[in-house]
């Protein structure tokens, strides 16, 4: 879970430091189209599986939030400081509660409640509304943040239908082929530079998220979820280190107000066998 984070915290850093010389679109058809070849040979071993009805639909549902949650993100990355990225980013595992009570039917009992509200006094101490001024690109990743949890939302319908390479592969295509033309319309000269960082986005992302499996195959999630305020830690000192912004009290107390809270309905959920939710991953 450790390496996971770091993997993340690296795709961070990397579109931190390409900034806004592409527009986001781009950036991300070029990451995700790294990342399409990475997974051809699980594309091709599903050239003979058959899909339930409707599942389908689902699947360009998924592709077209994720769509646009990846071009926020990007938008978002390229401009905010990398742990407050990262703060915000823990809201996804308490949104997924929400959507999840509302729209599958898994309820929100008091716990739940009392979680949500807890994150969300996180959240709003990472953010400090009224205090300074919040700009696009915080709207960007809160916009970011909504949808990547609306795409897990879906991913967990899929789940019970398809194999999950196939959800993965597919989630590759579909999102590569909506960007295409966002992409092509403001589309601008890539250096080899360029192209080589966001090979290595593919690579880190797609490796973080092997290592967030393998994680969670190896430990319960009451186990391994407190372990994400690494993440943050990390991206703290990556953006200190590597881009000289000042680790702000407030981004790290209030995302660790998050993680507690998540890790807190996670550990009792787990205790009384209730479905529980994953640690947020970056989409990307």
Same mark, same amino acid.
């Given at each position: 879970?450790?390496?996971?984070?770091?993997?993340?915290?690296?795709?961070?850093?990397?579109?931190?430091?390409?900034?806004?010389?592409?527009?986001?679109?781009?950036?991300?058809?070029?990451?995700?189209?790294?990342?399409?070849?990475?997974?051809?040979?699980?594309?091709?071993?599903? =050239?003979?599986?058959?899909?339930?009805?409707?599942?389908?639909?689902?699947?360009?549902? =998924?592709?077209?939030?994720?769509?646009?949650?990846?071009?926020?993100?990007?938008?978002?990355?390229?401009?905010?400081?990398?742990?407050?990225?990262?703060?915000?980013?823990?809201?996804?595992? %308490?949104?997924?509660?929400?959507?999840?009570?509302?729209?599958?039917?898994?309820?929100?009992?008091?716990?739940?409640?009392?979680?949500?509200?807890?994150?969300?006094?996180?959240?709003?101490?990472?953010?400090?509304?009224?205090?300074?001024?919040?700009?696009?690109?915080?709207?960007?990743?809160?916009?970011?943040?909504?949808?990547?949890?609306?795409?897990?939302?879906?991913?967990?319908?899929?789940?019970?239908?398809?194999?999950?390479?196939?959800?993965?592969?597919?989630?590759?295509?579909?999102?590569?082929?909506?960007?295409?033309?966002?992409?092509?319309?403001?589309?601008?000269?890539?250096?080899?530079?360029?192209?080589?960082?966001?090979?290595?986005?593919?690579?880190?992302?797609?490796?973080?998220?092997?290592?967030?499996? =393998?994680?969670?195959?190896?430990?319960?999630?009451?186990?391994?979820?407190?372990?994400?305020?690494?993440?943050?830690?990390?991206?703290?000192?990556?953006?200190?280190?590597?881009?000289?912004?000042?680790?702000?009290?407030?981004?790290?107390?209030?995302?660790?107000?998050?993680?507690?809270?998540?890790?807190?309905?996670?550990?009792?959920?787990?205790? =009384?066998?209730?479905? %529980?939710?994953?640690?947020?991953?970056?989409?990307?």
């Amino acid at each position: 879970m450790a390496a996971s984070g770091l993997a993340f915290v690296g795709v961070n850093g990397i579109v931190r430091h390409l900034g806004t010389d592409l527009p986001a679109a781009q950036s991300a058809f070029i990451r995700f189209g790294f990342g399409l070849l990475i997974l051809m040979p699980a594309l091709w071993s599903l =050239r003979a599986t058959r899909f339930p009805t409707g599942t389908w639909r689902m699947i360009l549902w =998924r592709g077209a939030l994720h769509v646009a949650a990846v071009v926020f993100w990007f938008h978002a990355m390229a401009r905010v400081p990398v742990a407050e990225m990262a703060a915000i980013g823990f809201l996804g595992p %308490v949104l997924v509660l929400v959507i999840g009570g509302l729209l599958l039917g898994e309820g929100l009992g008091a716990r739940r409640v009392v979680t949500v509200v807890v994150a969300v006094v996180g959240g709003l101490i990472v953010l400090r509304p009224g205090l300074r001024e919040l700009g696009l690109a915080h709207l960007s990743q809160l916009a970011a943040t909504v949808l990547f949890a609306s795409s897990y939302i879906l991913a967990k319908r899929l789940s019970v239908l398809v194999p999950a390479s196939a959800i993965v592969a597919l989630l590759s295509v579909t999102v590569t082929l909506g960007l295409l033309p966002l992409a092509l319309a403001d589309w601008r000269p890539v250096r080899p530079d360029q192209l080589y960082w966001l090979l290595a986005v593919a690579v880190l992302a797609t490796a973080g998220h092997y290592a967030m499996a =393998r994680a969670f195959q190896a430990a319960p999630l009451a186990v391994t979820q407190p372990v994400t305020f690494l993440q943050l830690v990390w991206a703290a000192l990556l953006g200190a280190i590597a881009f000289g912004e000042p680790v702000e009290p407030w981004v790290i107390g209030g995302g660790a107000i998050i993680i507690l809270s998540i890790s807190a309905n996670t550990w009792a959920e787990g205790r =009384r066998g209730g479905k %529980v939710t994953a640690a947020a991953t970056e989409g990307i």
